[in-house]
């Protein structure tokens, strides 16, 4: 499953981004899906994921309730809402998915998109 990641950008404080993670095949649809980020000098950490069915979705501490996770299956894409953004959540952004079921543990995912960088400014 090749995955692509896009969407990310330069926004100010307190503003909006969508992130998308698409894929070409239909297997994608049956697959969770998981967003992680990574920041310079950091480990890449969990930031949300969601089943293959999206009835559930998972998110960190430090984005719940400003980032909203939800899939599209009949377009192969899954979408990352983030709102109210800070500059902590400035970052590299991955797209990762896996057959079973989502968790917070990147390593545990088998496919992952190239990544798009999101920069907060003050």
């Known amino acids: 499953v090749q995955l692509q990641a896009s969407g990310g950008g330069l926004v100010q404080a307190g503003g909006s981004l969508r992130l998308s993670c698409s894929a070409s095949?239909?297997?994608?649809?049956?697959?969770?899906v998981g967003w992680f980020r990574q920041a310079p000098g950091k480990e890449r950490e969990f930031v949300a994921a969601i089943t293959w069915g999206g009835s559930s979705t998972y998110y960190s501490d430090s984005v719940k309730g400003r980032f909203t996770i939800s899939r599209d299956n009949a377009k192969n894409t899954v979408y990352l809402q983030m709102n109210s953004l800070k500059p902590e959540d400035t970052a590299v952004y991955y797209c990762a998915a896996r057959m079973l079921g989502p968790t917070t543990d990147w390593v545990s995912y088998d496919y992952w998109g190239q990544g798009t960088k999101v920069t907060v400014s003050n």
């Open positions: 095949e239909r297997t994608f649809s049956r697959r969770a």
